[in-house]
């Protein structure tokens, strides 16, 4: 039988010229939004972070392809996918869990030049787990949350962190602007942190996510306070992604709550938001039904996401 070794090197390998062909797609001025309207992103990663995950998972699913098997990995067929997403759906596995790997291997399939039947075969294995979801028989994802009070407390404690980090090393610190641009704007932490940059902040307020563009309205008061931090610091951005990910969950903590994703602040923003366009329309005239309709829609589109994202309104509005 073929190493099991070399397998996971070559996928490996694979993994890795994904990302080295996004790399080299930007260094042209390619952006990914116009590489996913014109279909090319099937070949490329363009994340580190994705990339690991994905290699993390891939090389489980290279184990069991090789246990039935499988000397190479150009050899894995849908068959394969469809035999391993069943085991784990059976192994008790939830409907986050299995999303993720789902979207892992069907990248697989478009790294050995069979991205349509590994897409078919993840399309039914998810309305397959959507109807256990809806049974009972799957757990749905449990989207992480934080009440207004922690997250204000939260906000404080990180605030004095930073107050004592600015102390100890005579370098302001940035960590409690990023949280608070994610609850008073709803931003996603990567916009919040890496990509809040003084040319940004100059460019009136605009934030990207996969080659998008939005503008945001950044209260005065905060808008102030992050010009003079960049000023002050002459910093490249406003904080390490990574690193203020750790802060926020310790000040979490600290302050008694439950640690969560940065994430949960972004769903705060988005239930006050959706509240007072709905209260908005409803001064308009608008019936109940209507108002909560439009108020969803105008949600997901500050949000960053299509209006009509039926599957995004459990995760961020806990609404059907």
């Given at each position: 039988?073929?190493?099991?070794a070399?397998?996971?090197?070559e996928?490996?390998?694979?993994?890795?010229?994904?990302?080295?062909?996004?790399?080299?797609?930007?260094?042209?001025?390619?952006?990914?939004?116009?590489?996913?309207?014109?279909?090319?992103?099937?070949?490329?990663?363009?994340?580190?972070?994705?990339?690991?995950?994905?290699?993390?998972?891939?090389?489980?699913?290279?184990?069991?392809?090789?246990?039935?098997?499988?000397?190479?990995?150009?050899?894995?067929?849908?068959?394969?996918?469809?035999?391993?997403?069943?085991?784990?759906?059976?192994?008790?596995?939830?409907?986050?869990?299995?999303?993720?790997?789902?979207?892992?291997?069907?990248?697989?399939?478009?790294?050995?030049?069979?991205?349509?039947?590994?897409?078919?075969?993840?399309?039914?294995?998810?309305?397959?787990?959507?109807?256990?979801?809806?049974?009972?028989?799957?757990?749905?994802?449990?989207?992480?949350?934080?009440?207004?009070?922690?997250?204000?407390?939260?906000?404080?404690?990180?605030?004095?962190?930073?107050?004592?980090?600015?102390?100890?090393?005579?370098?302001?610190?940035?960590?409690?602007?990023?949280?608070?641009?994610?609850?008073?704007?709803?931003?996603?932490?990567?916009?919040?942190?890496?990509?809040?940059?003084p040319?940004?902040?100059?460019?009136?307020?605009?934030?990207?996510?996969?080659?998008?563009?939005?503008?945001?309205?950044?209260?005065?008061?905060?808008?102030?306070?992050?010009?003079?931090?960049?000023?002050?610091?002459?910093?490249?951005?406003?904080?390490?992604?990574?690193?203020?990910e750790?802060?926020?969950?310790?000040?979490?903590?600290?302050?008694?709550?439950?640690?969560?994703?940065?994430?949960?602040?972004?769903?705060?923003?988005?239930?006050?938001?959706?509240?007072?366009?709905?209260?908005?329309?409803?001064?308009?005239?608008?019936?109940?039904?209507?108002?909560?309709?439009?108020?969803l829609?105008?949600?997901?589109?500050?949000?960053?996401h299509?209006?009509?994202?039926?599957?995004?309104?459990?995760?961020?509005?806990?609404?059907?």
């Amino acid at each position: 039988m073929g190493s099991l070794a070399a397998m996971k090197e070559e996928l490996h390998q694979r993994l890795w010229s994904a990302q080295e062909k996004w790399f080299a797609l930007r260094e042209t001025g390619a952006t990914k939004h116009e590489l996913k309207i014109a279909g090319e992103t099937r070949n490329l990663l363009f994340w580190g972070k994705t990339h690991l995950d994905y290699e993390h998972v891939l090389k489980r699913f290279v184990e069991f392809c090789h246990e039935r098997g499988r000397e190479r990995n150009a050899d894995i067929d849908k068959r394969d996918m469809r035999d391993y997403l069943m085991q784990t759906i059976e192994r008790g596995a939830s409907a986050s869990y299995l999303a993720k790997i789902t979207s892992a291997i069907v990248k697989f399939g478009a790294l050995y030049h069979k991205f349509e039947s590994f897409r078919s075969t993840g399309r039914k294995i998810s309305a397959l787990v959507r109807e256990r979801v809806a049974g009972g028989a799957i757990a749905s994802p449990e989207h992480q949350r934080v009440t207004p009070e922690v997250a204000q407390r939260a906000m404080d404690r990180l605030r004095e962190l930073d107050e004592r980090f600015e102390i100890k090393t005579g370098l302001p610190r940035g960590y409690h602007l990023a949280a608070e641009l994610q609850s008073r704007c709803g931003l996603r932490a990567f916009e919040a942190t890496e990509r809040m940059t003084p040319q940004r902040l100059a460019d009136v307020d605009v934030i990207e996510k996969g080659g998008l563009e939005r503008t945001i309205q950044i209260p005065q008061d905060l808008l102030e306070r992050l010009r003079e931090f960049f000023t002050t610091t002459g910093a490249a951005c406003l904080a390490p992604l990574r690193a203020y990910e750790s802060a926020l969950r310790r000040a979490v903590e600290d302050v008694g709550g439950r640690a969560t994703g940065t994430h949960a602040r972004r769903r705060l923003w988005a239930e006050a938001f959706k509240n007072e366009r709905y209260h908005f329309y409803l001064s308009l005239g608008m019936s109940p039904e209507k108002a909560a309709q439009e108020a969803l829609a105008d949600t997901l589109e500050a949000l960053g996401h299509g209006r009509n994202r039926r599957e995004l309104r459990r995760a961020y509005l806990r609404s059907a």
